[in-house]
């Protein structure tokens, strides 16, 4: 306790990494197994789409080892785990809809065994139609759920009158999470008939809700347990729930604990990824290059459920004009019924599919006149009192500020020089730049979802016990956290114990996403932190002779009076409050005021902010092999006023090169018959320590607005990874150079075999 005393506070450090790098941090399948436990193994479909004559298990059951094959009969609640829609049963009963949907849950006493007893395991189906492609699922009608559409001003008389109208369709593919920690859980049971679940999860709610919902039992008897994810980035916003069920399942019907942890292979085969895109735009500009009217059609990938799509597909129409203002526009999205595994979140959550169509029907104009898309973009760029197509109005509008500090700091007339110069002395090797504005609505799109509640408990010793509905998941909500409730009890970080994120603590949650989290939570903790400071503060006034409460504070683990310390310490205070018998817990709530949206009328305000930002991007494309290198990126970004520096900045890069790996490099390919052909890490691409950009320069640009952020410290998780969408105009930029007539269809990504296909097009 003493050398913590003097222990000077580092604000700008990620309190985790010390435990990551020296691999002390636990994950699930870290957890001491338990005696008793069994080990489950999954055994998927493999037809896309077809009905499900028979099940055999019979051989498989008679591998010694085996304990118990469950298939859909033996679910005792409603083997139905759909969270938006009910169309997806936790193991198939009628039909499969996608391969590596979940058929049998083989439970064995090892890993070893219940692997060896699924290649037992024989089932029958009647194939049906296999449809991969959004477009043709549309033309035939399989649909997941109604298409929607936003609109603004008169679209059509609008087009009738620009000087300029272009058409064009604008692909865009999925992409993997590829978290280092996959899918899992570990079902133990309780006394009393409850089942413990630790699981990997961003919402531990939804889990429970899945588990007591195929278990025919009140949430009440379900506590599911998270201690920190090993990374999620919208893959277990959802999909921690089936491999949740399914143990918990294995548990029910056992008594046994059961653990289910899936291999790479079957994560990547198994689970749903980022939605594919197919879109088709039309943009009208008048003589001025100001952006009139904007038309698109948006065709989403879904997989064989609804999942997230539903909300997915809304985001990408939020999102669909980026940080542009456009005074006419319509556009529709179609959530399109495919037989691959049903997508669903994925950093950014439509939005990056969407702002990818506007860019290209940037650049098709740019093109199309000679004239810089960087110039059309600038003009058209968000300003205060414009209107999103879904009835905000911009406020504090950040994009010139970030456009205009990126172009002044970064010498962007001087880069355009010096890679014209390039170019007109090299004949083999090209530079490209790009220019990719980013502007993202902060909330959840679904209203009631932004709420959240936090649990404080000072301890006798002064110490602070923290619970929050947030999920750790590498984004470093936790240590933002304890940022949070040191300053309120003016305490070093050392002093605030992080607690797991537990439901039987802190009920309700909305999973960690939306880049969301640290606000809620964050503000959910500040009201629990209040009400103990509100039974503190009359006491330490009393304690220190009367003073005027409103000149107590609390710094450096004492009690100040009027800004200066007195002898009252944080403990001896604590200390006398429980002699007193005074409530040291309190639960705290918020519910993020201000924002609404009408579904019907498509109108709203959705978003409790907006984050702005601008990067310029500079590649070199070898035109003999079409490989390339990102020389630069170079970004402005809007981080309102940040609280951690250091946890911020990682959220920007690591955002931006998976955004470039989803632009560039990451190719999901699936065959006619719905089977995954970029299913290991040898045949789908990540980006790796050799294709990050050699140089990324981030600037912080402080805007102190009010806003509802927590500390005025604006959401950070999710919107950098649109800033990746530059690398592929980059490099489509780069193309042109070296081929004014290349025939380069907006396809993204951008691999290297697109680029040398394109350098020799015509
Ligand atoms: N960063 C890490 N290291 N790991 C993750 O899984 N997920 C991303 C982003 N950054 C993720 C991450 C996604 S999809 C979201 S929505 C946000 O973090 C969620 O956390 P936040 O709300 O605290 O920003
Ligand atoms: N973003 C991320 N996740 C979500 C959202 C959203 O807007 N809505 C529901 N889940
Ligand atoms: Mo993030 S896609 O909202 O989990």
Not at 58 to 68: H, I
Not at 364 to 369: D, F, G, I
């Amino acid at each position: 306790m003493q050398e913590v005393k003097n222990k000077k506070i580092k604000k700008d450090i990620h309190l985790d990494a010390p435990f990551h790098v020296t691999g002390k941090t636990k994950y699930i399948d870290d957890l001491p197994e338990l005696e008793g436990t069994l080990f489950a193994k999954v055994f998927d479909s493999s037809c896309a789409h077809g009905k499900l004559i028979s099940v055999d298990t019979s051989k498989a059951e008679e591998l010694e080892g085996v304990f118990a094959i469950l298939t859909a009969k033996d679910v005792p609640g409603v083997n139905q785990i759909g969270g938006i829609i009910k169309d997806e049963p936790l193991l198939a009963e009628t039909d499969v809809h996608f391969m590596g949907q979940p058929v049998a849950l083989v439970l064995a006493e090892s890993e070893e065994i219940a692997h060896e007893a699924t290649a037992l395991i024989h089932a029958e189906y009647e194939q049906l139609e296999v449809i991969v492609d959004p477009k043709e699922a549309y033309a035939k009608g399989s649909m997941l759920s109604n298409s929607r559409t936003f609109s603004l001003g008169s679209p059509d008389s609008a087009f009738a009158e620009c000087a300029h109208v272009f058409e064009g369709k604008a692909d865009s593919g999925g992409q993997e999470h590829l978290y280092l920690e996959t899918q899992g859980a570990y079902a133990i049971p309780r006394d009393q008939g409850g089942i413990l679940v630790e699981s990997s999860t961003q919402g531990p709610t939804a889990v429970q809700r899945v588990v007591a919902a195929v278990l025919g039992l009140e949430m009440s008897k379900i506590e599911v347990n998270v201690n920190r994810i090993g990374g999620g980035f919208g893959g277990k916003e959802d999909q921690a729930s089936l491999w949740a069920g399914l143990a918990a399942l294995g548990c029910f019907v056992t008594g046994r604990p059961v653990k289910l942890i899936l291999e790479r292979h079957e994560d990547l085969r198994m689970t749903g990824k980022r939605h594919p895109y197919r879109s088709d735009y039309k943009i009208g500009l008048d003589k001025d290059l100001n952006i009139v009217a904007f038309e698109a059609s948006f065709f989403q990938n879904g997989g064989g459920a609804a999942d997230l799509s539903t909300a997915v597909l809304e985001r990408t129409l939020f999102h669909g004009t980026n940080s542009y203002f456009v005074p006419n526009v319509r556009m529709t999205a179609h959530p399109c019924k495919t037989h691959i595994a049903p997508n669903t979140a994925f950093r950014g959550f439509g939005g990056p599919q969407g702002m990818f169509v506007m860019e290209a029907a940037i650049h098709h104009a740019a093109r199309e006149l000679g004239v810089s898309p960087w110039g059309i973009q600038k003009k058209n760029l968000l300003r205060d009192g414009n209107e999103f197509s879904y009835g905000q109005i911009v406020e504090n509008s950040e994009a010139n500020r970030c456009w205009d500090q990126a172009h002044g700091d970064f010498d962007f007339l001087k880069m355009v020089e010096e890679v014209e110069e390039y170019n007109h002395s090299q004949s083999l090797s090209k530079k490209g730049l790009a220019i990719m504005p980013i502007c993202f609505g902060i909330s959840f799109t679904n209203t009631p979802m932004n709420n959240a509640r936090a649990l404080v408990h000072v301890y006798g010793d002064g110490s602070v016990g923290v619970s929050t509905g947030a999920v750790e998941m590498g984004q470093g909500v936790n240590t933002k956290m304890v940022q949070v409730a040191a300053l309120m009890f003016g305490l070093p970080y050392d002093r605030i114990r992080l607690e797991t994120t537990n439901t039987s603590r802190v009920a309700n949650t909305s999973p960690s996403a939306a880049s969301a989290t640290a606000d809620l939570n964050g503000r959910a903790l500040q009201d629990a932190c209040r009400q103990i400071l509100e039974r503190l503060v009359p006491l330490a006034a009393e304690l220190l002779g009367g003073a005027d409460e409103k000149q107590i504070s609390f710094s450096n683990e004492m009690v100040f009076l009027d800004g200066n310390p007195t002898e009252l310490s944080w403990d001896d205070l604590v200390a006398k409050a429980l002699l007193l018998r005074l409530n040291m817990s309190a639960k705290g709530h918020y519910s993020t005021p201000v924002i609404h949206f009408d579904k019907e009328k498509e109108k709203g305000h959705p978003f409790a902010y907006h984050v702005y930002g601008t990067s310029i991007f500079e590649v070199t494309v070898d035109c003999i092999r079409g490989t390339y290198d990102i020389d630069s990126v170079k970004i402005v970004h809007d981080f309102g006023s940040s609280m951690n520096k250091a946890v911020d900045l990682g959220q920007i890069e690591g955002g931006l090169v998976q955004g470039i790996g989803w632009m560039t490099l990451e190719d999901l390919q699936y065959d006619k018959q719905g089977r995954l052909r970029s299913h290991t890490l040898a045949n789908y691409k990540i980006p790796d320590v050799y294709s990050i950009p050699e140089d990324i320069q981030v600037k912080f640009l402080n805007t102190d607005h009010d806003n509802l952020a927590i500390l005025r410290s604006k959401a950070v998780g999710e919107p950098p990874l649109m800033y990746g969408i530059g690398a592929y105009f980059a490099l489509t930029n780069a193309i042109l150079a070296f081929n004014p007539n290349a025939n380069i269809p907006y396809d993204a990504p951008m691999t290297t075999e697109k680029i040398l296909m394109a350098l020799y097009s015509a």
